[in-house]
């Protein structure tokens, strides 16, 4: 699959973004993610991080991304 494939619009967008990006659910498992995002993973590809949790590449796990989680509610 295709990172953050669709139709264009905002998928394009986000796909064509230097910057990485990842699409999480409410426990912060990634569903999606752009190119960039896969990069910085060091994942060869999408399917090797959707599924998995973003604390996996955000700092210190459980630490530096329950802080940025407070700062989201």
Same mark, same amino acid.
């Given at each position: ?34 190119? #960039? ?8 590809? /999408? *399917?090797? $991080?959707? %599924? &998995?949790?973003? #604390? ?8 530096? /991304? *329950?802080? $940025?989680? %407070? &700062?989201?509610?």
């Amino acid at each position: 699959a295709e990172p953050l494939s669709g139709d264009g619009g905002l998928a394009a967008v986000v796909e064509r973004m230097p910057d990485a990006f990842a699409l999480t659910d409410d426990s912060f498992t990634v569903l999606t993610a752009n190119a #960039a995002f896969i990069e910085l993973a060091e994942a060869a590809s /999408l *399917e090797r $991080v959707r %599924g &998995q949790s973003l #604390a996996n590449w955000f700092g210190r796990p459980g630490i530096d /991304l *329950e802080l $940025v989680a %407070g &700062q989201l509610r």
